[in-house]
């Protein structure tokens, strides 16, 4: 796989713990493959925090091989020109909050859209990427 590793930490400030997660990507293919990896980490990180009663902390992402594959070359060179998107915020949004309870691997099967509270549309910067574009090579 593209991400290989994982590394949560916990901190603890004013009496709360705080879930931290810092995701290690191998190769990160920029049009398809990073904005997809982003969303599950921070995903993942929403979860295990609520799961375990901590706040929500930061997601660190390191990519040893950022890259843009050939027949993706128009497309990025299109995005690029887009001034009408912020990639950093718009692409890769931040999860402040699970509205529901999560006491078992079942409640995270079951959550919805509707029960993230993020900072921008998840289903904009899932699908940004996705325009009729073909698989990398």
Same mark, same amino acid.
């Given at each position: 796989?593209?991400? @290989? =590793?994982?590394?949560?930490?916990? /901190?603890? $400030?004013?009496?709360? *713990?705080? %879930? ?13 493959? $990073?904005? $997809? ?7 993942? #990180?929403?979860?295990?925090? $609520?799961? #375990?009663? @901590?706040?929500?902390?930061? #997601?660190?992402? =390191?990519?040893?091989? *950022? ?5 993706? /070359?128009? +497309?990025? =060179? ?6 009408? &998107?912020? +990639? ?13 309870? &999560? ?5 995270? %099967?079951? #959550? ?9 549309? *998840?289903? +904009?910067? *899932? ?5 009729? %574009?073909?698989?990398?090579?």
């Amino acid at each position: 796989p593209c991400h @290989y =590793s994982y590394n949560f930490v916990v /901190t603890k $400030t004013d009496d709360e *713990y705080v %879930l931290n997660l810092k995701q290690n990507i191998r190769s990160g293919d920029s049009i398809l493959g $990073t904005p $997809t990896n982003v969303m599950f980490a921070s995903f993942f #990180l929403a979860i295990m925090a $609520t799961s #375990l009663g @901590y706040n929500i902390g930061e #997601l660190k992402t =390191s990519i040893d091989d *950022y890259h843009v594959y050939s027949n993706h /070359t128009k +497309f990025a =060179s299109k995005m690029i020109r887009d001034t009408t &998107i912020d +990639f950093a915020t718009d692409c890769f949004p931040q999860v402040h909050r699970i509205s529901k309870d &999560i006491g078992s691997f079942d409640d995270m %099967l079951s #959550l919805e859209w509707s029960d993230i509270e993020s900072d921008r549309d *998840y289903h +904009f910067a *899932y699908n940004w990427s996705r325009k009729d %574009l073909p698989m990398a090579v």
